[in-house]
């Protein structure tokens, strides 16, 4: 078996994992923005990895966020 086989066949895991992934951003929101910003989609696929990439960013805010809520109590 070649290499690039078994990358191929993790890349539609991937997109099998899109595809049913429930993000906490509705697809109809992230088509919105999208829309609002120029960018039309069809693929529901890239929807839902913007949606993915979007939830992620805002977690790492909110993670940051709290971190240094944490540090400024500490050095209080």
């Known amino acids: 078996m070649n290499q690039n086989q078994g990358g191929n ?10 595809i049913d992934f429930l993000a ?4 109809e929101l992230v088509e919105h ?3 609002k910003s120029g960018f039309q989609c069809p693929d529901v696929q890239l929807i839902r990895l913007e949606a993915v990439a979007t939830q ?9 966020a709290l971190q240094v809520l ?3 109590r500490r050095t209080k």
């Open 33 to 35: 923005y999208l829309g």
């Open 70 to 72: 944490i540090n400024g």
């Open 9 to 18: 066949d993790a890349r539609h895991n991937d997109d099998f994992a899109l």
């Open 56 to 64: 992620k960013f805002v977690a790492e805010v909110a993670g940051d």
């Open 24 to 27: 906490s951003i509705p697809d």
